[in-house]
């Protein structure tokens, strides 16, 4: 099923977006950790139940990678694809091993460029949902979006 | 040579922090988008030279995993490690094959917790720079660090 192709013309704020799922597991925490954030409460699970997350949890950057994913794969598809100027990121909850992830999506602002007639700045407010419908994590973010030909 | 373990209440307005290098490699871009922002800028030189990139650039995402890699093996050594909160993120310019990367970082504002007397928000400001002084990423991060037991 191919999703219909978006350019900054075609959004409206207020329209919703949902990905498909990811499942993490406890060996994708230890290795981006490994990586990225080599800190024992993603390393080990002894060491993380010692620590305030009480057991094995993502790096957050972790969460937010894998959010980006479900975005690329199964957001809106945006023209000239998901390209993000920044954003503010909150963590809300732990990513814990076999949680399963999607990412919820809502259109909450759109920028006409004053200098650059071609884009447009799309805010897209994501929030990352697990298994039991908790969030954990919100990201707010600025994407440069290609208008259509005038 | 150790570092400090820094508490909450070791830390002033305007202390500065130096991590170590990293560099980053078109293996590197290609594998980390591949796992997770697998759109064709990130993933293969010719398509990049076709996007506004102009050339093979990094995920965002992947700038900001190794800017935590930075942080946790050369910035501040906080007490109970570097947790996130959340923060605000901007991309100023891509991350290309062969960058060396350093994260240079700065305590804007400390916020004692009301709610939990043994810890508290340290704001820490990040610039991530490249070999050649340019500026690819800020990150204004909220971190929960432990307070010295009193």
Do not use: C
Not at 39 to 45: S, V
Not at 94 to 100: E, G, I, L, M
């Amino acid at each position: 099923m191919d999703r219909e192709l978006l350019y900054f013309d075609d959004l409206a704020v207020g329209d919703k977006f949902t990905s498909g799922t990811h499942e993490v597991t406890a060996d994708d925490i230890k290795r981006f950790a490994g990586e990225f954030d080599p800190q024992p409460f993603h390393l080990d699970e002894e060491a993380a139940r010692q620590s305030m997350f009480g057991g094995l949890a993502a790096s957050g950057w972790h969460t937010a990678a894998i959010t980006m994913r479900l975005l690329v794969t199964g957001g809106p598809r945006l023209a000239n694809g998901i390209l993000g100027a920044g954003g503010e990121i909150e963590w809300k909850a732990p990513t814990r091993p076999a949680d399963v992830l999607r990412v919820d999506s809502e259109v909450v602002e759109l920028i006409p460029s004053r200098s650059r007639p071609d884009r447009g700045v799309v805010v897209l407010r994501s929030r990352t949902v697990n298994q039991r419908g908790e969030v954990v994590q919100t990201l707010t973010a600025k994407l440069m979006v290609a208008r259509r030909a005038a």
